[in-house]
């Protein structure tokens, strides 16, 4: 398997972040992207080149004429945490690409899984799909991912890191992470689609090396030019604010994560994995510092011509 040879991929989830990010770094490798989506014409993300297919994960016939001509597939579980719900879903999507004999399917898992099991639907829900797509005999590829950079960049986090040098985060200063831009992640998940004789593993992806809040916020301040410091954002807090966004439920299922985090049950859960996914995926992943100088941060400064 050679990515110089053009995959046509089945991307699940691509009108998303993660996903996204897979689908045009897809498209910039000369590779057809197709997806699913439930959006209307005028409500998708550009996705230059990428087939749309409407219709819905849940049905599984919307998930067969997604996967007709395609080579390869990716998959990103949407923000679900309903156990019914996230094995339907896996199923119809090992169902479809069983069908349509696809030669790899690389299934990203969101994040981190314990290795014993919890009470936390993001976990658990991440397992079951996991375990449905490898039973089903798919020729499957696993990537968990720790903490994405992208997430500070964002109208939580931007204001507060540009005029005021606080990155706040619901991650206990002492939790060794491993933090991963979405670049990075599709960078991953190429490889994991092309790279010889995988299948069947599963990878615990992430950047360059694993840093405290203090060694962050320090990377930050290389990266903008001016001293920051790192908070710890309480989970509950950052629960609460979710759920304004993306209702209480959807809220709930990202913050267990969080909450787990805090509960110092596993403090090196989104840590490195000591070099092994780097070398077998052959990536590079750059300094955190590198991804933040190249930020358009002075978007969130309050310090802009229209307040002046």
């Known amino acids: 398997m050679s990515s110089e040879i053009p995959m046509r991929v089945a991307v699940v989830g691509a009108t998303g972040f993660q996903g996204g990010a897979v689908a045009r770094l897809l498209a910039e490798r000369r590779h057809r992207v197709h997806t699913l989506t439930r959006r209307p014409s005028a409500d998708r993300p550009p996705l230059p080149g990428a087939a749309f297919v409407a219709g819905d994960l849940g049905r599984p016939d919307d998930v067969r004429q997604l996967f007709e001509g395609t080579t390869h597939a990716f998959m990103t579980m949407p923000l679900v945490y309903e156990s019914e719900r996230v094995e339907a879903y896996a199923r119809n999507v090992a169902e479809a690409a069983l069908e349509a004999g696809t030669e790899r399917l690389v299934f990203n898992a969101n994040t981190r899984i314990p290795l014993g099991p919890t009470d936390v639907a993001a976990f658990e829900t991440r397992r079951l799909a996991e375990r449905v ?121 990202v913050a267990g994560i969080y909450h787990f985090m805090a509960s110092g049950a596993d403090p090196l859960l989104m840590a490195d994995d000591d070099g092994v996914s780097t070398e077998v995926l052959a990536l590079g992943p750059p300094p955190v510092e590198e991804w933040v100088a190249r930020q358009p941060w002075q978007v969130w400064s309050s310090d802009t011509p229209s307040q002046r």
């Open 133 to 253: 797509l490898r039973d089903s005999g798919v020729p499957l590829v696993v990537i968990r991912p720790p903490v994405y950079l992208d997430n500070l960049f964002s109208p939580w986090n931007g204001p507060a890191l540009v005029d005021d040098g606080v990155l706040a985060y619901p991650l206990p200063a002492s939790a060794r992470t491993a933090w991963l831009s979405h670049r990075g992640l599709a960078e991953a998940a190429l490889a994991a689609l092309t790279r010889e004789d995988l299948e069947g593993r599963t990878f615990d992806i992430g950047g360059e090396r694993s840093l405290t809040g203090g060694e962050l916020a320090a990377a930050f301040g290389r990266g903008l030019g001016r001293a920051v410091r790192y908070e710890e954002l309480d989970p509950a807090a950052f629960e609460r604010s979710l759920a304004r966004l993306l209702g209480p439920e959807t809220a709930a299922g």
